[in-house]
């Protein structure tokens, strides 16, 4: 890798298909990213371990996931992209730094607190240790950026604090102190309309969806709650489908349908057929260049492979300061 700006880290778990929440939040970074940075980009898949009681689907997830990354412009040419179980490493700093994390912060934190809401019966330790794995991830590759949605941002911090702990403590500068950073659109509601995107709430809209799957999704929205009749005035201002405008249409509709809502002049329904077509125009060259990618499974598991292989390099120079940094023996003579 050369260097430029500096080296950037991000990862997601393998959920499958990605929702516009994770294009916009996150993947649209990432690949603008990849003209000015070193670029890593990691499907964590042991993160996703914490949640999952079967692990049937994690394979097709992860290359769901990964050809929606490459059809989005994601370029292993020019980015490390690989699976974060391939590069072991990743466990070892894991256990190092769970020495320097206090408990409590763990259980304090309000993503924490979240999961266990969410599913009660499955809290599990390496669900606590969650935000440690993913300090673990960003401070192995020394990433200085890391592109995230604002849900993220309590884990970022928390990296960061990990990171200054174990320099305090072993007296060293073996790790960097990484940094978040957003789109202009770091949190996206789902078609609710009222909570943010995410599959596991479905109320998601796929990148890789077919365009008449995307219209009915669209169709489905929730609109400002007030405006009952076709005469009602609307509220933009409140309104996701409108929202979501902001992405795919025209400024100059945009500022159209800003005025004409709010007058009833025009009507959710036509509002929404609009954002369903420009979605899919926008859509359309991502979606036929993943069609090339999921004719290559193969292709696909080589690429990250190879991802793996270079990130290893990264990740081993990493863990002999480390290791020399704790006092631990070194795994080479000399
Ligand atoms: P996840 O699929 O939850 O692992 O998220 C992958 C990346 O997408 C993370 O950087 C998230 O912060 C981001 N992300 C997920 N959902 C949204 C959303 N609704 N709006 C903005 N960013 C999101
Ligand atoms: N926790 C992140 C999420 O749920 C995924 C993640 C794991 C991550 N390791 C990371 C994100 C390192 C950024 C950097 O989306």
Known sequence: MTSKKGRVFSGARPTGRQHIGNYFGAIRNYVKLQDDYDCIYCI???????????TRDLRQNTLEMAWDWLAAGMDPKR????????????TELHTILSMVTPLGKLTDLPTFKEKVRENPKNINYGLVGYPVLMSADIALYRADVVPVGID???????????VRSFNFRYNTNA????????????????IDGVNKMSKSLNNDIELAATAEETTARVMQMVTDPARQRRSDPGNPDICNVFSLHKMFTPPEKVAEINIECRRAGIGCVDCKRILAANMNAYFAPLREKRRVFENDPEGTWD???DGAARASLLAEETMVDVRAAVGLPALQKG
């Open 44 to 54: 964590v898949d042991l993160h996703a371990l914490t949640t999952l009681d079967t």
């Open 79 to 90: 980015s490390i992209i690989f699976v974060q179980s391939m590069v072991r490493q990743v």
């Open 152 to 162: 993220q941002a309590p884990h970022v911090e928390f990296a960061r604090e990990t």
């Open 175 to 190: 790790l960097i102190e990484p940094k978040e950073k957003f789109t202009e659109f770091p949190k996206i509601l789902g």
């Open 303 to 305: 690429m990250l492979r």
